[in-house]
């Protein structure tokens, strides 16, 4: 299965971006996914997940600002990123995970990344 992630870009502080991450595979359904991303320095973390049967957890630092949702028909998730912060800037990635009702539990299934989407939240 190869994943592609799009829709990064430079917005302001308090803007808004929506990410994008298609899948080629024919079983997307039933995958749980999930965006991460790393910052400079930083090892890379999971922000947001999604299970099959759409239900979500969130970090803590994104919660009520970030929405996981996906599109099977279009085997697409999307991250719609609101309220942007300076702290928000990473590459964000989409993977398959192991999806749990704690965000902290949740992890990815694979060890492939691909190249991921560039977001900078200027201040």
């Known amino acids: 299965v190869q994943l592609q992630a799009s829709g990064g870009g430079l917005v302001q502080a308090g803007g808004s971006l929506r990410l994008s991450c298609s899948s080629s595979?024919?079983?997307?359904?039933?995958?749980?996914m999930g965006w991460f991303r790393q910052a400079p320095g930083k090892q890379r973390e999971l922000v947001a997940a999604?299970?099959?049967?759409?239900?979500?957890n969130y970090a803590d630092s994104v919660k009520g600002r970030f929405t996981i949702s996906r599109d099977n028909a279009k085997n697409t998730v999307y991250l719609q990123m609101n309220s942007l912060k300076p702290e928000d800037t990473a590459v964000y990635y989409c993977?398959?995970?192991?999806?749990?009702?704690?965000?902290?539990?949740?992890?990815?299934?694979?060890?492939?990344w691909g190249q991921g989407t560039l977001v900078t939240v200027s201040s």
């Open positions: 999604i299970s099959s049967g759409a239900g979500t």
């Open positions: 993977n398959s995970v192991w999806f749990r009702a704690s965000n902290y539990y949740t992890r990815s299934t694979s060890d492939s």
């Open positions: 595979g024919s079983t997307f359904s039933s995958y749980s």
